[in-house]
């Protein structure tokens, strides 16, 4: 059995409509959460975990972290059923939501961590390797005792990440943790994670909107919509999927050629060269280099795949989200 | 031991919180001591114009009053995150952090709240029981004492009990304040006098609901040698466990609660 | 003029979408006034005052009807103050001053008229001696509303003073809590003025607070004439041109600093 094992996952939510006029009571209406989802994830394992807001990313990750019960279907972390015991299962998992914060706002955050060893019942030898080692992996020994409320954003994620780690879990649950943060935070983080992931073998389950978080960090992504799974492999056979659109820009030493290509690549002249869009299903891309290298004395050629982002807009629109 | 460690670390951490603000802490802390000045106030006004109230001397109004004070401003200050913050955690979603951390959430809820400014009035409180127990003669005894700290813990754990329905109605994401103030503060205010000057339907109400009758008045009529009802001495010792019960009731109803939260936002 | 109309109907409006509280701050404080006139009926048993019990009833049932009116009611403005964005209004081309007045004058008169209204009727309906009695006669009745429209503009006068104090502080809480204690207490809020020792009564009903409910509600009982009528809206009429003038001045006091110092 692997990790975490999902089995027809439902959960409904009900949601009070407003009032219309003249009638005394609000209507009610079920809202479907997330309908049948399974999927299961080895120890070790780095997944990303994608889809538009409202396809129920949090509600899955809330209820693998025994906030939510579920109405229906079978869960099980490393044996355990996360909300029939709470309290068993949360000693094992470290959770960081984005928008909340679990240290104190208006304490140095190396006391918000003492707190979180009492917390955790972390014994005191732990507690300082563990600490000294987070702090050196996320460069905290500068601000750890300043309040949380006077650090910046990317200071506060990594407070946050030492704050949710401190206690070894096996299993940490990350929603959009880069969100709003910087280049140079992005990159510091992701590193982190890739460490502690390799490290320590912790699984981590990621949600986020940002592609390059996935692309850097995930070996598995799972989309999900309407609550239910779309998509679950490699990252690069989700793009290729969905890839339909590719470009190549080339440039000739002695002049553009007169080309002559199939139908379907649309040709663009730019100010030093060319710029070809062709669609790799009809075309396949060997084929085109050898037209283009036929044609005349290639001196640069750049094959860009289209931006992430762009695929996955065009993914959920093809998939009708 | 450890939960009390956790807790006592955690009043310290609050208490270092409200201190950042040190001038806003000192205003916020005098205005809570006029504030319930202003309450003892008016019941040394309401002795002054009547004397006494049906069989009750104004000393034994002044004890119970203090009795009230004590117990309901101990309960602000150390269970402030149910008294008080409980429905605005449930909505910024702090109640998902307590729920990923292998600790009781009542634990959790409590060490997240405390309220320092209350020791004022708590101070009007101790003030008025020393009066009230001076004007009353009350000749002390060891059980005596042991009579009234029970009365004030177990009155400490009803109030909580009673603030708990408001916690249970938030995590249903239902406004509830007014109607549960009544019997909250409501009951404050009806029950800082003696319950038997009331009509019936209010003794029923403070005895079988929120019966701050048996965790408060049975105890400090008997401490005062006026015994309620006329019951006998041991009634005082066993009635306040009704405090005790009524939070494990109500402690009951919020983990089924809790069964069915739906964390907001995404 | 037309902007504070409009301040007016947009707070009625709100005001009738949030019923559900309303009903449940109607029951509640229909609660304490019925604790309260339990608690004086008590009291006057064996122990007769020259104030017949029938009017304190009536005293406790108008306050708990007219709340609204005493407490302090705009935590918008409030946190306006405390995250600076006062400073934006205080640069609008508008009198800031009319306009807040106009605008806690509509959460007064909204808030207290919807939940007074029902309360009445409930209480008239309570047996003698517990419920709210009728007014001593047709014309005490009559010269109770204007007294009590005049309470109205000294107390949204109080309160913007307040509101200035706190623009200085930057703490409202703290000031807030306590005017709004001496609101509570010397408006007869927590204690009927009329039991409060005969001496205090001389000074205590000349001060503003009084003003608001006190006057009125000794109107509707019967315990002025004609001529300490007249004497009674003078009085009001005074504090409503010295709450103004003090008010305006600290607000325009408050502009002058926050435009210098750029907010």
């Known amino acids: ?321 | 031991m450890n939960t009390l460690r956790l807790y006592i670390r955690s009043m310290g951490m609050l208490l270092r919180s409200h201190l950042q603000y040190t001038s806003s802490f000192i205003m916020q802390t005098i205005a809570q001591l006029v504030m319930e000045g202003g309450e003892m106030m008016a019941v040394i006004l309401i002795v002054d114009r009547f004397q006494s109230l049906k069989r009750w001397t104004g000393g034994n109004l002044y004890f119970f009053f203090g009795m009230m004070a004590v117990s309901f401003y101990f309960t602000e200050l150390f269970g402030r995150g149910i008294t008080g913050d409980f429905p605005s955690m449930v909505r910024s979603g702090r109640l998902d952090t307590f729920l990923v951390r292998p600790r009781g959430v009542l634990t959790q809820v409590m060490c997240a709240g405390a309220d320092p400014r209350r020791i004022s009035c708590i101070a009007v409180g101790i003030v008025a029981l020393i009066i009230g127990s001076d004007l009353s003669g009350i000749v002390w005894s060891p059980l005596k004492v042991l009579v009234l700290i029970e009365a004030i813990v177990m009155s400490c754990l009803l109030i909580l009990g009673l603030f708990m329905i408001e916690a249970i109605f938030s995590i249903f994401s239902v406004k509830s304040v007014e109607l549960v103030n009544a019997i909250t503060y409501g009951g404050r205010s009806a029950c800082q006098y003696p319950i038997d000057v009331f009509p019936l339907a209010l003794r029923m109400l403070f005895t079988v609901v929120a019966p701050f009758a048996l965790t408060l008045h049975v105890p400090a009529s008997w401490i005062l040698g006026k015994p309620l009802y006329g019951w006998p001495w041991w009634s005082a010792i066993v009635t306040p466990f009704s405090g005790v019960m009524v939070f494990g009731f109500m402690s009951v109803l919020f983990h089924l609660a809790l069964r069915h939260y739906r964390s907001t936002g995404s | 003029m037309r902007s504070y109309i409009s301040v007016f109907k947009m707070r009625f409006r709100m005001e009738l979408q949030y019923r559900g509280a309303m009903i449940g701050g109607v029951l509640c404080q229909m609660f304490f006034g019925l604790v309260l006139v339990a608690l004086y009926r008590a009291l006057y048993e064996g122990h007769p005052q020259s104030v017949p019990v029938e009017n304190v009833v009536t005293y406790v049932w108008l306050q708990q009807g007219f709340f609204r009116m005493i407490l302090a009611s705009d935590p918008e403005l409030l946190d306006k103050i405390r995250t600076g964005d006062i400073s934006y209004d205080m640069c609008r081309p508008v009198n800031m001053y009319g306009f807040y007045y106009a605008r806690i004058m509509a959460l007064k008169l909204t808030g207290s008229i919807m939940r007074a209204v029902p309360m009445f009727v409930m209480a008239f309906l309570l047996p003698k001696g517990w419920g709210l009695s009728l007014p001593a006669s047709l014309f005490s009745f009559l010269a109770a509303i204007p007294a009590l429209m005049l309470g109205l503009l000294c107390v949204c006068a109080i309160e913007n003073i307040t509101v200035a104090f706190t623009m200085i502080t930057l703490d409202p809480r703290g000031i807030q809590g306590l005017l709004n204690l001496l609101m509570m207490i010397l408006s007869g809020n927590i204690l009927p003025l009329t039991l409060f020792p005969d001496s205090w009564q001389k000074v205590i009903t000349l001060f503003p607070y009084a003003q608001l409910l006190d006057a009125p509600i000794r109107i509707y009982t019967g315990d002025h004439g004609l001529e300490s009528i007249l004497g009674v809206y003078m009085l009001q009429g005074i504090w409503i041109v010295l709450l103004l003038a003090f008010g305006i001045y600290m607000w325009e006091q408050n502009r002058k600093r926050m435009i210098v110092q750029g907010g």
Request: charge should be neutral; charged fraction near 30%; glycine fraction near 8%.
């Open chain 1, 1 to 321: 059995m692997s990790y975490i094992e999902v089995r027809n996952l439902k959960k409904n939510f009900v949601v009070k409509k407003k009032r219309e006029k003249g009638k005394l009571l609000r209507e009610k209406e079920t809202v479907k959460a997330l309908k049948d989802l399974s999927f299961s994830v080895d120890e070790g394992e780095l997944v990303g975990y994608i889809g538009p807001n409202g396809a129920g990313k949090s509600t899955t990750v809330k209820i693998l972290s025994g906030i939510l019960t579920p109405d229906d279907g079978e869960v099980s972390v490393g044996g355990i059923v996360p909300w029939k015991e709470r309290k068993r299962h949360v000693k094992n998992i470290g959770v960081v939501f984005g928008q909340r914060s679990q240290l104190w706002w208006d304490v140095p955050i190396i006391d918000s961590f003492k707190l979180l060893k009492d917390i955790y019942r972390i014994p005191d030898k732990a507690y300082e390797e563990r600490l000294g080692e987070l702090i050196l992996a996320l460069d905290l020994e500068d601000f750890i005792r300043t309040p949380l409320r006077l650090l910046s954003l990317g200071q506060r994620m990594r407070a946050e990440l030492c704050g949710s780690l401190l206690h070894r879990p096996g299993l940490l649950f990350l929603d959009e943790p880069t969100i709003g943060l910087d280049a140079v935070s992005k990159l510091a983080l992701r590193d982190f994670l890739k460490w502690e992931n390799k490290e320590y073998g912790t699984t981590i389950m990621l949600t986020t909107h940002d592609m390059e978080d996935i692309a850097a960090l995930c070996s598995r992504v799972m989309v999900l919509g309407h609550g239910q799974k779309l998509f679950d492999g490699k990252l690069p056979d989700l793009l290729e999927r969905f890839d339909t659109v590719r470009n190549v820009s080339v440039k000739y030493a002695d002049g553009d050629p007169c080309l002559k290509l199939p139908e379907g690549v649309m040709t663009k002249k730019t100010e030093d060269g060319l710029e070809l869009s062709y669609e790799p299903a009809k075309l396949p891309t060997a084929q085109l280099l050898s037209i283009l290298q036929d044609a005349g004395n290639i001196r640069e050629l750049t094959l860009q795949p289209e931006n992430t982002d762009h695929l996955i807009a065009a993914m959920y629109k093809e998939l009708d989200l």
